[in-house]
């Protein structure tokens, strides 16, 4: 039932077109078989087709076809085809039949799915199939098996065969599962047999038996008999075509978007609008001050999130330094979301960011909340994880303060994890340091980056990586937006230090899933969901050729973002591209194009010192020239005439 409730919700948005009715009592026609068989046929075909585009592939042409047994033998008919015969008595039921490169011959071995259509599935009985009917399913079920096993081209490796067993008004599944390995045939008694091995090696499971089509002879879609028929057609594809590119989870995920989205739209939001605490910023004493209410429509956008302002004042409770107060600088944005420069007493001299969360109990009305919760609690776990085991690094974040807001009036929560009735009870924060410009930010107001600021960047990512690597932890969402340029300063003379945030998407271990970018994420992962040693080094690649100027064609789907990167590794157009910048990002694109996809590690110690050689020797040339420059104007100041030789 669980798994029928999530491919309910991901069907919500899948439109399946207008069928052929089954025909009832009151409307049956003269041809009463052929109405039936086409509208098995038409089912069949449609529930395919809308499983097909919604999961695997929206563009792509269906690969299957269906076809009707005929009888026990070994032949197939098309509807069409058994009604100019006359062999329509014949057929036992509808098969969906996989398409081989365009051979629409029918086999046992092809079978994706078997429908059985009898007259009375249940033969009187109130609680499911009568025996009879499940002896049938599983004798059609050991002969897909066999069938599949015995053929030289088959390549389902799966024990798993579904039979859905249909009539006019219901429908349910049997499901057969076994290892035909175990089965010892006796050619004198094969039935016998056949039946040993069911009872001893088998395993079978029956549905229960639900209404498919209505008194008027139209299927429901979203009915349980319905919904468990699409079912064993979604598990029999993925036998013979895979995962989905699209998970049921995932899609089914867009529910709680829609649902909230409804609400939006009906103006059904929270009323409280409670207050932040805000202004009058000193030492000591801190005034909090509600905020008034908003428009309508600043309301229904806003919905029931934080939202803060410049100069508000925000106090947190930190779980273990107790009470600290923030003062808002400024409100930025960047693909994860708000998020706001602060400023504390305690660090008088820094710039900090400050990012706010939800509360776990308020996780389920949005994806955007989802997004925060990895943006603030995640996040927060992985920095705790560097701290623990003493990896700290200038090129990562460091946490200088966790914990929940306090908000204004009195606050009613049962116990100090709790929230009380207040909407911003309990809402967590982040607040962590060093502040700076999301690259993507630079790239978009002042155009590519220089040579030597590109190399820099890609060394202090690499140095983040090896970091955390460390720790066995792999970042997963390599972008513009999460490389922030902070400006420092020493000896007199400004230099760019890169910082790698948005930790909350972190792959710390095997069941971990990273966030998908369509430009940025390595082939890898945008295949298989999962990151292998060098998927970061390949989206650091693909940053780097970024902020190089090279061109990023906006892509589509998983498929366009998969051609593009192969196109532009068969091509060396990244290799070209770097090239130009530097022969050293160049030679470090070859490594990383022959270690895109493989197991092996990367070696980060080689390529950071290669880096930091080169990286420098370029602060030892600007040096240099201060210093000439700094001698001449020593120099020219003392009185000597620019033609003099007293330099």
Known sequence: MDEISTLDFALEGVLFQQLSRMPCAHYSSNNLKEDEYLALEDFLLTAANGLWHAFWHKGKPLPYFVSCPYGRGSKFY??????????????????????????????????????????????????????????????????????????????????????????????????????????????????????????????????????????????????????????????????????????????????SLRLEKRRVESRIVESENPPVPCHNYNNHDVEMTEVEHENNQNLASRGSRLKLSQSDIVLLEDYDQGLQSFQIQEVREDGNGLFYIVVSDDYPSHLLNLYTGVHTFRLEPSWQDMKLWYQVQRQTKVLKIFKEQGISSKHLPEIIATGRIVHSGLCEKQYSKGRCHNTWCGTPMLVMCPAGEPVSSIVAHNGPFSAEETVRCCRDCLAALRSARIANIMHGDICPENILCVHDYQDSRKQSLFVTVSWGRAVLEDKDSPSLNLHFSSSHALQHGKLCPSSDVESLVYLIYFISGGAMPHQYSIESALKWRQKCWSKRIFQQILGEVSPLLKAFTDYVDNLCGTPYKVDYDVWLKKLNRVVDSSVEKGKRVEKVLRLKDVAESSGTSGGGNSL
């Open 78 to 255: 098309t509807v069409e085809k058994a009604i100019s015969r006359g062999r329509l008595n014949r057929l036992c039921g509808a098969a969906l039949m996989i398409n081989n490169n365009g051979n629409l011959y029918a086999h046992w071995d092809n079978v994706v799915n078997l429908v059985l259509f009898k007259q009375d599935i249940t033969n009187g009985k109130d609680f499911g199939f009568s025996h009879s009917v499940i002896c049938e399913a599983l004798f059609y079920a050991v002969r897909i098996l066999l069938s599949r096993s015995l053929s030289k081209s088959n390549t389902v490796k799966s024990n798993n065969v579904f039979v859905s067993v249909l009539d006019s008004k219901y429908g349910g599944i049997v499901k057969l599962s076994g290892d035909l390995g175990k089965l010892e045939i006796d050619l004198n008694s094969s039935y016998q047999s056949i039946a040993d091995w069911i009872m001893c090696h088998a395993e079978v499971s029956i549905s229960p038996v639900d209404r498919i089509w209505n008194k008027l002879g139209n299927v429901n879609w979203v009915d349980l008999g319905t919904m468990q028929l699409l079912l064993a057609i979604f598990n029999s594809i993925i036998q013979w075509n895979g995962p989905p590119r699209k998970s049921m989870a995932s899609i089914s995920g867009n529910h």
